[in-house]
Each structure stands twice: as structure tokens, then as C-alpha cells.
């Protein structure tokens, strides 16, 4: 069966085929399909990216996952704004999957709400620091006195231990004191990557983990904390980088977007864009050598692998940004692709929404959402599993769209509802 997406570029959705679903605004789940975590419960205590993100990835493979949020809604909640009611692009992006629960776990009545849900569970996700875990009961040793058997993925800055404990940060800690930003940009002015990878590797690092957790608990009934941290996965992704400073002290600086241990790497201004080309290998470079009708590349020693290479790069690089100047994107990258050298259109958000390859793989879900004038391209499980993949089952859910029916699984009456509302528990 054939199933409309969108195509982002236009008002209209058009019939593309059964990779792509429309979720409804119902935020019930439309569809059942064999879920790897069905029968797990997680209890989603994340703010921002990190912690979200990684309840959101065992949402998609199924588990049943409850966001708990402020009474008035959490900050992450409203960041870039799409709607009437002021949610976000990037709770939209991280809420799907889960039910919603408004609740204040700082008052007495709120930390027996805990307790209760706790019992409940199998996996707290919470990237909160340590005193505010302890003061909202949701520290391990509270949580393994309701549920023994209870997996925390607790999620830092900087990891428990150490002079940065106690310290918050976000994204772009990592980036700037694992020695990226450093890398990146120019000497004069480092600079940080607009997408917050270090948010959503340690998210998905952590989601990793807890997955483990959740495979040995199985084997032994014993349930654990899984850590994760903004810097470990800074560190982690920089640790090549690192490796090669502590050797032989390479002392490297930035130079743009220009590689260091390949060429050509770089990005070139073309007619009406630009376009990124990424080469490595011996093999590529002489494909490139020949697309330039150029020999002497070849037989010159400063050219002769790839470190080498990437030491003299920006003459490499200064002879293809002007092959590039003379030719448009689009011609650049007919003749890339007939010589078979990575290269890419450095292209705009609304560019990426109209990209055809997107398009014909369904790799955005259009999922409506109230207050939304049209469905959002919610990104897909990133990770496609043949057999038993992730899927989006259910919108993101409104500010406490869920909170009544969970009191009432918990065994609450409506009068008891009534009066924690009352008194802003719930």
C-alpha cells in the first residue's frame, strides 16, 4: 500500500510509497509492529537533548516511555517555537513516543508519585545533577529501595569524579574542551558546529547503554547505573586527534574546512553555491589528478599519501577552488560523481526538506501535531533494523495530555487528582 509523505517544499503531500506513514493527531498509537523493548517502562526525567533523545530512541523500539515534566512545562518544551502554544521544533523532534505527565516531584505528595511510578519501571532516564537527583528521590540508592531491580541512566556534563562533578553545561562544553572548537574555524576564531552532536551522541550512547543494562538484567536480574556524559563523548570522538598530540605533539590549529590528513578535502565556492569534496586514499587522489588532466600531482613527493598530502593540502585546495569557480554546483558534481570523488551541495535547511533522496526513502515522518498548520518531518530512527526496526507510533504528546490516565493507573481517584491539581502536585 501506498502511503502519502510530504514533500517539504510544497503545500501538498504526494504518494511516494510504504516507507513513509502519516501519525495523526490523536496521540494514541495507530499502528502495531513487533517491538524489541515492548513490555519495558521508562520514566523520562531528561531536559534539552541528551537525556530526551535517549528515552526517545528506546521509545521508537519500543518501550513505553512516560516524559515527566514541570507543571507549567519544562523549558526544553519551548525552545524554537512552532506552534500557537509556543512549543518547540526540538520537542517535537524528542517528544514522540511518549505519554506526557506534568508533576512537581519537589513536594511531599509529588515524591510518592515518584515512588509509585518508580515501582512501575524499568529504566529512569534523568540528565540532572547529583543533589537535584537526591532531593527528587531519584538517586540510586531511592530508586533501588521501591524497585531493586531498577536500571538509571543518569546522563552529565562532566561524568561523576573529578574537579567538573558538579558542573552543568551543555553541547557546546564538549565541543570547546575536547579540543574540536580548537579545530575547527580559524586561528583567530574557533568555532562551534551549529548541530549539537555532542547532545545527541551522548543520548545515543547512553540509549546503547541502557540497552546493555535492560540484555543483562535478563541474564541476571540485577539492575545497574549506566553513566553517560557530555565530555566522555567529545572526548570519545576526539580521541584520534588526541592520540596523535600525545605521540608525536603535532600541535595542530584550524584551517577552516580544509582536512589535515587528506586532500582534497575541502570546501570550494562554485558559480552559484558551493559544494564540499572529501577525498582519501591513494586511489581518489589520482582520480582526481586525472579529472584535473593533471599528472605532475602524481609524481610529486610532497604529494605521496595522505598525510603528506594534507601537510601541502591548500595548494591541492587552491587548484580545485579555481577548477570549481569556473563551473556550477551542478556541473561540479555531474563531474565528481562520473569520476566517482565524495562530494556534496553545501545546502540550505529548506534545500535539505526538497531533497529528493530524502523524499524517495521516506526518511522524515510527516506527523501532524496541534497548533502545526502542517504535519513536522520528524526524523526517523536513525538506525534501520531489517526485522524488527524502530518506528514512530505517536505524536508528541501536549503539556500533560496523559497525566490523568497515569494517576489512575497508580490508583488514584478523581477527587485525589482534583486536589493534587489543585495544589500544583500534578
Same mark, same amino acid.
Given at each position: ?39 519495558? +517502562? =521508562?520514566?523520562?526525567? #531528561?531536559?534539552?537533548? *541528551?537525556?530526551?533523545? !535517549?528515552?526517545? @530512541?528506546? /521509545? ?106 558538579? +558542573? =552543568?553545561?551543555?553541547? #557546546?562544553?564538549?565541543? *570547546?574542551?575536547?579540543? !574540536?572548537?580548537? @579545530?575547527? /574555524? ?241
Amino acid at each position: 500500500m501506498d502511503i502519502a509523505i510530504v514533500n517539504y517544499g510544497s503545500t501538498e503531500p504526494r504518494v511516494v510509497s510504504s516507507a513513509a506513514t502519516w501519525i495523526s493527531g490523536t496521540g494514541e498509537e495507530p499502528i502495531q509492529m513487533s517491538k524489541i523493548l515492548q513490555g519495558i +517502562r =521508562v520514566l523520562d526525567f #531528561g531536559r534539552y537533548i *541528551a537525556g530526551p533523545y !535517549c528515552a526517545t @530512541l528506546l /521509545g521508537d523500539m519500543g518501550a513505553e516511555v512516560i516524559r515527566i515534566e514541570k507543571v507549567d512545562g519544562s523549558e526544553d518544551r519551548y525552545l524554537s517555537p512552532v506552534t500557537e502554544n509556543g512549543d518547540g521544533a526540538l520537542f517535537l523532534q524528542l517528544a514522540r513516543n511518549k505519554r506526557s505527565m506534568t508533576l512537581n516531584p519537589m513536594k511531599p505528595e509529588g515524591r510518592e508519585i515518584v515512588k509509585k511510578l518508580v515501582a512501575t519501571a524499568d529504566v529512569v532516564v534523568a540528565n540532572l545533577p547529583p543533589d537535584t537527583l537526591r532531593a527528587m528521590g531519584l538517586d540510586y540508592d531511592s530508586l533501588c529501595a521501591v524497585k531493586p531491580d531498577i536500571i538509571l541512566t543518569m546522563i552529565s556534563a562532566f561524568g561523576r569524579g573529578g574537579p567538573y562533578e558538579n +558542573r =552543568v553545561g551543555f553541547d #557546546g562544553l564538549g565541543q *570547546a574542551m575536547s579540543g !574540536c572548537m580548537y @579545530l575547527t /574555524g580559524t586561528p583567530e576564531q574557533p568555532v562551534r558546529a551549529w548541530g549539537p552532536w555532542v547532545d545527541f551522541g551522548t543520548a545515543s550512547l547512553s540509549a546503547f547503554g541502557t540497552m546493555a543494562a535492560l540484555y543483562e538484567r535478563a541474564k541476571t536480574g540485577k539492575g545497574q547505573i549506566v553513566e553517560g556524559s557530555l565530555f566522555n563523548t567529545a572526548l570519545t570522538i576526539m580521541n584520534g586527534t588526541l592520540i596523535e598530540q600525545h605521540a608525536i605533539q603535532r600541535d595542530r590549529v584550524a584551517s577552516l574546512n580544509r582536512a589535515q590528513t587528506a586532500a582534497p578535502a575541502d570546501t570550494f565556492r562554485t558559480r552559484d553555491g558551493w559544494v564540499l569534496v572529501q577525498s582519501i586514499g591513494g586511489p581518489l587522489f589520482k582520480r582526481w589528478a586525472d579529472l584535473m588532466g593533471e599528472d605532475h600531482w602524481l609524481d610529486d613527493p610532497r604529494f605521496k599519501d595522505d598525510i603528506s598530502r594534507g601537510d601541502y593540502g591548500h595548494l591541492i585546495s587552491e587548484r580545485l577552488a579555481r577548477w570549481c569557480a569556473e563551473r556550477t554546483s551542478e556541473e561540479v558534481l555531474a563531474a565528481m560523481e562520473a569520476a566517482r570523488l565524495p562530494a556534496g551541495p553545501v545546502m540550505s535547511p529548506q534545500e535539505v526538506l526538497e531533497d529528493p533522496h530524502i523524499a524517495a526513502r521516506g526518511i522524515f515522518q510527516a506527523t501532524e501535531y496541534p497548533g502545526l498548520e502542517r504535519p513536522a518531518p520528524l526524523m526517523k530512527t536513525p538506525v534501520e533494523l531489517s526485522e524488527t526496526p524502530g518506528e514512530i507510533r505517536q505524536r508528541p504528546p501536549m503539556l500533560g495530555e496523559h497525566t490523568n490516565r497515569i494517576m489512575r493507573e497508580l490508583g488514584y481517584g478523581e477527587e485525589d487528582i482534583d486536589a493534587l491539581r489543585s495544589k500544583r502536585v500534578i
